[in-house]
């Protein structure tokens, strides 16, 4: 299986702004998944989008998912200082791989 | 629950010498991973296990590199003999064998070989 690749690798915003990270893969997928993680922390699980659904929200979170164009988004609206971190995308049926993630800074 | 367990937290070790790190999945978990993450590779996945059986060990990066499930709730992984490129943080992940869910990690172990 092959990795998700996030876009961009960093981002820098301020408090209450929404925050867009994007994941494209090149193989068919069951799901997706995004996960976060913070400084010297492991990853944490966010939401998991499976490919017949075209979106799906979680508090703050939306991810949309477009099969055809093999590419996954992440929006995070309103955001805290303590959204900064490291956010990834995952795929595979079994063997979830990662991306090299997008660095998020939200400066307060 | 206590989530997954891995154990040491930090470890240094001079090269050469025997690493074994180790997981406790969470229970009823059927899905047990094994990742090393630097910055400059990345989160690469190592090895993957389904009902205690290896599935995929092919990121294993070499001969040196070993791991192990003996049972549903114990996973080692160990680097015999080490050498300072295997400093990483290597995190050990489980998660259930319904699609849907998502996959719990550990906090990780630190290795340093010097």
């Known amino acids: 299986s092959q990795q998700g690749e996030e876009d961009p690798q960093a981002l820098s915003i301020q408090e209450g702004e929404n925050a867009t990270m994007n994941c494209s893969y090149k193989t068919s997928i069951n799901n997706l998944q995004w996960y976060r993680q913070n400084s010297g922390r492991g990853l944490v699980h966010l939401i998991l989008?499976?490919?017949?659904?075209r979106e799906k929200h979680s508090g703050r979170l939306r991810v949309t998912l477009d099969t055809s164009k093999k590419s996954s988004s992440l929006l995070i609206t309103a955001s805290r200082a303590a959204d900064t971190a490291s956010y990834f995308c995952?795929?595979?049926?079994?063997?979830?791989?990662f991306g090299a993630g997008t660095r998020l800074t939200v400066k307060p | 629950d206590a989530g997954v367990i891995q154990s040491p937290r930090h470890e240094v070790t001079e090269m050469g010498q025997e690493v074994t790190l180790r997981c406790k999945p969470i229970?009823?978990?059927?899905?047990l991973f094994w990742y090393r993450q630097t910055m400059m590779r990345g989160l690469e996945l190592l090895i993957y296990f389904n009902n205690n059986v290896p599935i995929d060990d092919s990121g294993m990066p070499e001969d040196r590199f070993s791991a192990k499930m003996p049972n549903a709730s114990f996973s080692t992984l160990k680097i015999q003999p080490s050498e300072p490129r295997d400093s990483a943080v290597y995190f050990c992940?489980?998660?259930?064998?319904?699609?849907?869910?998502?996959?719990?990690f550990g906090s990780g172990t630190r290795l340093t070989v010097v």
């Open positions: 989008i499976r490919s017949n659904e």
């Open positions: 995952a795929t595979g049926n079994n063997d979830m791989r």
């Open positions: 992940a489980s998660g259930p064998g319904v699609s849907g869910y998502g996959y719990t």
């Open positions: 229970s009823g978990h059927d899905y």
